[in-house]
């Protein structure tokens, strides 16, 4: 008799305890629910569409027409273009990321260290920025016009176009990426060197190193988490380069600038009109950016742990 | 080893009023251990980082030795300096920190090795050589930082606060371990701090900073026994230094029945002043218990008993001066007592003041009357 009313009384409060927790838990996920359908149908939906895309005849205009695998990837990696297009995406990708970065680098450290022109510089710097891609590369496409452009006079007396060779038209649309992106990663990079304390860099002084050692011994070191950042964003943005190239080349000269989003985007609408096999190129792709990402990653965490 | 020389250095911050340091004159001694002590803001740190060369010298001259270093950059000043956040590379292991100074002079491997294992060894710090600082404890980065200066062998150390991210207990050994280690390795130090009781612990000399300017340079029995500023009468000793203001009577300062002869000199001094009150000072053990009729009454606001000495906190009703305006203006006084029989808060008693065991000052200047 005696036992009997604690355990009632103790166990009514751990019923309306995990009432309560249940309770807790349906408004979590009424608060989570918008932004759990956005994902839902603008991420994981298309993800899977394509997923099924790449394993199905499917024309752009007859729609579905049933299961082919593996015949979408078979085709995509032999498409004739396949192979020009990953080893133009590649050399575009590391040519852009080796000189951006290293060029917002030194902007960064320039506008950190000179003091009476740092919000001019660093105003100027950023405001390509302020640019859509599409807006700049139009605006490049002018400039470097040799009919109606400003160094048209000067290009047909040379006898040199920008966009006519193989070579010029990769340089020129590398120097409007560096031109639209250098204040960007120039600003990533300037918080990179702002979290280095002042106190390290003049530890450093009074131990004697010279700039370069300064350099080379602390602020690249201590920059790692920011470089890390930065060469996956860049990494990343040069693989799926698409605008830049759609606009300055539609893959020209002689078939010379196309890259693997172009490809994709080609086959898909421009002729060949196969969805299927775009969506296998497309799942290649992700494939292919999920294992360089993981790469890098692991490549710049080991340095750190070493 | 060398001496150190401030020859009327200033340092003005830009758009500051005010010098942050305001024409120097101070000779540390070959070998000598000098605290720059001073409240926050006084200018010890700047003073400190001018000789290391961090911060531009605006007017005078540093030397270093024989050496006049005041345009030389940090590495050609052959200095050492320990940060009050230890400022250790995060990156670099503890072998990396003491090495990377040598590393950049360019000593050989060898060289490096040894010198990083003697002063690891020095340090109690070769068991943790491969660790990264962030695995450190906060005793054992300061003693990184410290290591990172004594490995380079330099001509003068430089100590920025170095124990003020310590806790109490660790900072008290610490205090001991520097200073022993300094007497040991008889490298030329200057040393920052705010805090008066290392200060007192561990200098040679003490340099007390007001405002940019220096105070007082001596040793520190000096400084507590004649203090020649009111500010490092109130500076120096803890509990402070009671402080009042007292009425001039015919050569005397009187206190409640308390008359403090002033000497001959002192009065004169006062009277060219044109001074009707001066300031009195005296320790919280210049004070002793007395009966009615005697020195001067307090009631007692607080007492601290720490068992071997016991701290009295009292109001005493301020001795009138002409001229102030406050209706009924006390003071307080602080004393200590034998722990034994120690007054409860609340009562009246009354305190004297030991023979000769005070101190007079200018009201108007601040400065020590001559005795």
């Known amino acids: ?111 950190q260290e000179s003091t009476r022109w740092k919000g001019l510089l660093r105003t100027s710097f950023l405001v390509p920025s302020a640019l859509g891609l599409a807006s700049a590369s139009l605006l490049f496409y002018v400039l470097y016009s040799p009919l109606a452009g400003p160094f048209a006079d000067l290009m047909r007396s040379w006898g040199f176009t920008f966009l006519g060779t193989p070579e010029g038209a990769l340089w020129s649309t590398i120097f409007l990426i560096v031109w639209r992106y250098a204040g960007f990663y120039m600003l990533l990079m300037l918080v990179g060197l702002q979290s280095i304390p002042d106190e390290v860099y003049e530890a450093a002084r009074i131990d004697g190193a010279s700039r370069w050692q300064t350099f080379v011994g602390i602020t690249l070191p201590l920059l790692r988490p920011t470089l890390t950042l930065t060469t996956v964003l860049c990494v990343t943005g040069s693989l799926l380069a698409f605008d830049q190239f759609y606009i300055l080349t539609k893959g020209g000269p002689d078939n010379s600038t196309i890259t693997i989003v172009q490809l994709i985007y080609n086959v898909a609408f421009q002729g060949q009109n196969d969805l299927g096999v775009a969506a296998a190129l497309s799942v290649i792709t992700l494939l292919a950016l999920v294992i360089i990402n993981i790469a890098q990653i692991r490549a710049f965490s080991r340095r750190a742990d070493d | 080893m060398a001496t150190v020389e401030f020859v009327e250095a200033t340092r003005v911050y830009p758009g500051a009023d005010r010098p942050a340091v305001d024409a120097f004159e101070l000779q540390i001694a070959d070998g000598e251990f000098l605290v720059l002590v001073g409240p926050s803001g006084c200018g010890k740190s700047t003073a400190l980082r001018m000789i290391a060369g961090l911060e531009p010298v605006d007017a005078g001259r540093i030397r270093i030795g024989e050496r006049d270093v005041t345009d030389l950059p940090p590495k050609n000043r052959d200095i050492a300096m320990v940060f009050q956040n230890y400022a250790l590379y995060p990156h670099l292991s503890v072998a990396g920190n003491l090495g990377f100074a040598l590393k950049a002079a360019g000593v050989a491997k060898e060289e490096r090795t040894r010198r990083i294992r003697a002063t690891a060894a020095l340090l109690d710090l070769e068991p943790y050589l491969d660790r990264k600082p962030r695995m450190l404890s906060g005793g054992q980065r300061q003693r990184v930082a410290m290591g990172r200066a004594i490995v380079r062998e330099p001509q003068v150390f430089l100590m920025d606060e170095p124990l003020s991210n310590l806790d109490a207990k660790l900072r008290v050994s610490t205090r001991t371990q520097i200073a022993s280690l300094q007497r040991r390795l008889g490298v030329t130090t200057a040393y920052v701090t705010h805090d008066q009781v290392e200060a007192m612990t561990m200098g040679d000399r003490v340099a007390v900073l007001r405002e940019g300017q220096l105070c007082q340079v001596d040793t520190p029995l000096a400084l507590y026994e004649r203090p020649e500023t009111v500010f490092v009468a109130g500076f120096i000793g803890s509990p402070a230094m009671n402080l009042i203001e007292a009425p001039l009577e015919d050569g005397c300062a009187r206190f409640g029945e308390t008359v403090i002869p002033l000497s001959r000199a002192a009065a004169r001094a006062a009277a060219d002043e044109g001074a009707t009150a001066v300031t009195v000072g005296f320790r919280p053990e210049a004070l002793e218990l007395r009966g009615d009729g005697e020195g001067f009454a307090i009631t007692v606001d607080l007492v601290e008993e720490l068992g071997a000495d016991a701290y009295l906190y009292g109001t005493a009703v301020a001795p009138a001066v002409s001229g102030r305006i406050d209706a009924t203006p006390t003071v307080t006084v602080v004393a200590r007592l034998a722990p034994k029989g120690v007054p409860r808060r609340g009562e009246k008693v009354r305190l004297r003041i030991r023979d000769d065991a005070f101190h007079v000052f200018s009201t108007k200047t601040g400065r020590r009357l001559p005795d």
């Not at chain 1, 579905?64 to 004739?80: K, L, M, T, W, Y």
Request: charged share 15%; proline share 6%.
């Open chain 1, 1 to 111: 008799m005696t036992a009997t009313p604690p355990t009632r009384c103790a166990s009514l409060p751990v019923s309306g305890r995990r009432s309560r927790r249940r309770g807790h838990a349906a408004t979590g996920w009424l608060y989570a629910s918008p932004t759990a359908l956005f994902v839902l149908l603008l991420f994981v939906l298309p993800l899977f569409l394509v997923l099924r895309m790449s394993g199905s005849d499917w024309p752009l205009l007859a729609g579905n027409q049933g299961i082919n695998v593996p015949d979408n990837f078979h085709e995509a990696v032999s498409h004739r273009f396949f192979r020009d297009s990953v080893v133009f995406t590649v050399k575009y990708t590391v040519l852009t990321t080796v000189i951006l970065l290293a060029l917002s680098l030194g902007l960064a450290v320039l506008v």
